[in-house]
């Protein structure tokens, strides 16, 4: 059966560190990869989208960036964090071709 | 452009009630409808689906309709438990990779 890796499952950063996510899937070959941002209270953001190694889409101009250096490893970054970073970030996956998606347990992020 | 829409809450019931959340779609085509649930610090897990127009999801004692003509996909359950406190997230998927997800619905179980 496949499972999605998440970590850290909660990280406290101070702003203007980097940061680094990362989510791994298990028991799928060329899975389509997704990053999410779910602020409190609020429903979920689409930030990137992998659909092969090094190929990333990003849909919202921010100060983060997502990298795909394996065929199971996403990978959410950013050189200096701010205030707004603050959230719970999901990573998911989906099959080429199907369309239901499978989320991770998530990272809380709160920056400081 | 495609969007989800759901009913505010949060949603407050007694166990053994009857459960309605209100989802309501804008997409072209013939968009793949969901739910997904929430647990209080966990990640979204599928809840159930429908891929075409009169389809019934359902999954764990809940339903749902894919309502075209209404452009609705309502989550439906008979009789909740404490244990489906959660938030619920309606989403449509049009292709091209990306999904809509709803703002979600708070429900919380008293006993």
């Known amino acids: 059966s496949q499972t999605i890796h998440q970590w850290p499952a909660t990280l406290v950063q101070p702003v203007g560190s980097p940061l680094s996510l990362e989510c791994t899937v298990e028991g799928t070959s060329n899975p389509n990869l997704y990053w999410y941002r779910q602020a409190a209270g609020r429903g979920l953001q689409l930030l990137f989208y992998?659909?092969?190694?090094?190929?990333i889409s990003s849909e919202v101009p921010q100060n983060l960036s997502a990298s795909r250096p394996q065929d199971r490893q996403f990978i959410l970054s950013s050189k200096k964090l701010l205030l707004s970073d603050s959230g719970f970030y999901l990573c998911a996956w989906s099959s080429s071709g199907k369309e239901t998606q499978y989320f991770g347990p998530g990272t809380r992020l709160l920056v400081l | 452009g495609n969007s989800v829409t759901q009913m505010e809450g949060p949603v407050t019931l007694s166990e053994e009630a009857f459960l309605t959340i209100n989802c309501t779609y804008t997409a072209t085509g013939y968009p793949s409808l969901f739910w997904y649930v929430q647990y209080p610090g966990e990640g979204l897990q599928l809840l159930l689906k429908?891929?075409?127009?009169?389809d019934k999801g359902s999954n764990k004692g809940f339903e749902a309709t894919y309502r075209k003509e209404t452009t609705s996909f309502h989550l439906e359950k008979g009789s909740v438990q404490v244990s489906d406190s959660a938030v619920y997230f309606c989403a449509l998927y049009s292709g091209t990779y990306k999904y809509i997800f709803g703002t979600g619905t708070r429900l919380k179980v008293l006993a």
């Open positions: 992998s659909v092969g190694i090094g190929q």
């Open positions: 429908a891929t075409k127009a009169d």
